[in-house]
């Protein structure tokens, strides 16, 4: 059993609250932190916690809390971080790590110098229809990955502190991106080193400092291409779909809306569809569990069998600080339109990688380019000879 300390009883603090004390888990939220007495001691009468603060510190250092739960703006995870380092309390942070890969690699320096276990939120690497993808891809079902795009879209998001680029630290790009550049590194294999990054951002709708609109491209050491698509001016609710393409196979999926739980109303006792929908009467796509197909319950339940192993969960502040570093990346392409490289002083995964070989062996003398079969029955074979670099076609019977 974990006993929590949540920090934050807002948007995500609830979503993590109700997945961690749902079903019949045995772990239990003991003390929560909020600003304001009333949203403190409200949150802990709905989730019958014992211990409520509007000190983060005292939140934190109850005696007996094993674990704390970030879920603060973006601007208060460092600060967070640094009074769990004091207090020696394992920590989880949700997404994104920092507001920038300097602020991440601060916490990630502080958590491992302490000697805490460090536990990056990034859900959505943690959705089931993830897992069952990655699982695939992992044992080569879709060969050698050559592209991974994620796209993540909504109305934009629901607090104030969201639409300040002081508090928030970016755009769309810092919250919607982190999970796109997660998921595709993911796939591509998080030992490749993320080489450069070229990206456009523009505000399009919203009176903001920050982008509310981008799509970025993450170039892998082995040639391998992450794609990430990010809005904050979509309509239509939210728009979660992965695409992965590899030398023998493609996954497509979508999380959130199409599922295959498709509803009509005219409205008649409208209630709460899914997160972001925009409507609650017409043709709507509630999602079933979406605690669940959000990845939370998967999620916590890797981070708490880390930790009651004394091993590091999937998704750790070292993840965080390089997610952080490939989207700074990205916004200094967006300012630069160049490529930009991927500053990372501490990188941990393969060293001196070069593109993939892309060449398929036909015979001694050729390379295989394409088989293929026509509508009117013939059976071809295209070749490029290695000695004389000449593409020839080979009719077959
Ligand atoms: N899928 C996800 O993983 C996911 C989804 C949403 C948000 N988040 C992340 O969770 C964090 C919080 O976002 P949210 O959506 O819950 O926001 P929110 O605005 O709904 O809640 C934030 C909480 O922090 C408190 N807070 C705000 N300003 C504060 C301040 N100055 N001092 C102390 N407390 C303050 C609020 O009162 C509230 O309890 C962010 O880092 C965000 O990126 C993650």
């Not at 939120?121 to 959705?127: F, K, N, Q, T």
């Not at 982190?178 to 998080?190: L, P, T």
Request: glycine share 8%; net charge negative.
């Amino acid at each position: 059993m974990q006993r929590i300390a949540m920090l934050g009883s807002g948007f995500i603090g609830r979503f993590y609250a109700d997945s961690l004390q749902g079903q019949r888990s045995k772990d239990k939220i003991i003390s929560i932190y909020s600003r304001r007495e009333e949203s403190a001691k409200k949150f802990a009468s709905d989730y019958q916690v014992p211990y409520y603060s509007t000190n983060m510190e005292e939140a934190i250092a109850h005696p007996e809390v094993d674990v704390v739960c970030v879920s603060l703006p973006n601007n208060l995870h460092e600060q967070a971080v640094m009074l769990c380092c004091k207090h020696k309390r394992a920590v989880m942070v949700t997404k994104p790590l920092g507001r920038n890969a300097e602020e991440a690699r601060r916490m990630l320096d502080a958590a491992e110098k302490a000697g805490i276990f460090n536990g990056y939120l990034e859900d959505l690497v943690y959705a089931p229809k993830f897992l069952k993808a990655h699982e695939t891809v992992r044992k080569g079902a879709l060969g050698r990955i050559l592209w991974a795009k994620s796209r993540e879209t909504h109305p934009g998001p629901h607090s104030e502190w969201f639409w300040d680029l002081e508090q928030a630290g970016g755009g769309c790009i810092l919250d919607l991106g982190c999970h796109c550049v997660e998921i595709a590194r993911s796939f591509i294999g998080k030992d490749i080193r993320p080489a450069e990054v070229m990206c456009w951002a523009d505000t399009q709708v919203k009176p903001i400092d920050a982008e509310d609109h981008a799509i970025g491209l993450v170039k892998y050491e082995n040639g391998a291409i992450g794609q990430f698509e990010v809005s904050w001016t979509f309509r239509g609710g939210m728009d979660l779909r992965d695409e992965v393409m590899g030398e023998e196979g493609t996954i497509w999926t979508n999380n959130f809306l199409r599922t295959g739980f498709e509803m009509f109303t005219t409205g008649k006792g409208g209630d709460y569809v899914a997160e972001k929908a925009e409507s609650n009467s017409g043709w709507l796509f509630p999602v079933g569990d979406e605690i669940n197909e959000l990845g939370y319950n998967h999620m916590f339940t890797d981070m708490f069998s880390a930790l009651e192993n004394g091993v590091a969960p999937k998704e750790t502040f070292y993840d965080g600080y390089v997610v952080n570093s490939i989207l700074d990346a990205a916004y200094r392409s967006a300012k630069s339109k160049q490529w930009e490289p991927v500053k990372l002083d501490d990188w941990r995964g393969r060293k001196g990688l070069t593109k993939e070989s892309h060449l398929t062996e036909y015979d001694p003398d050729h390379y295989l380019v394409k088989e293929e079969v026509t509508h009117y029955g013939a059976k071809k074979i295209i070749l490029k000879n290695k000695k004389t670099g000449k593409i020839e076609e080979k009719v077959l019977e």
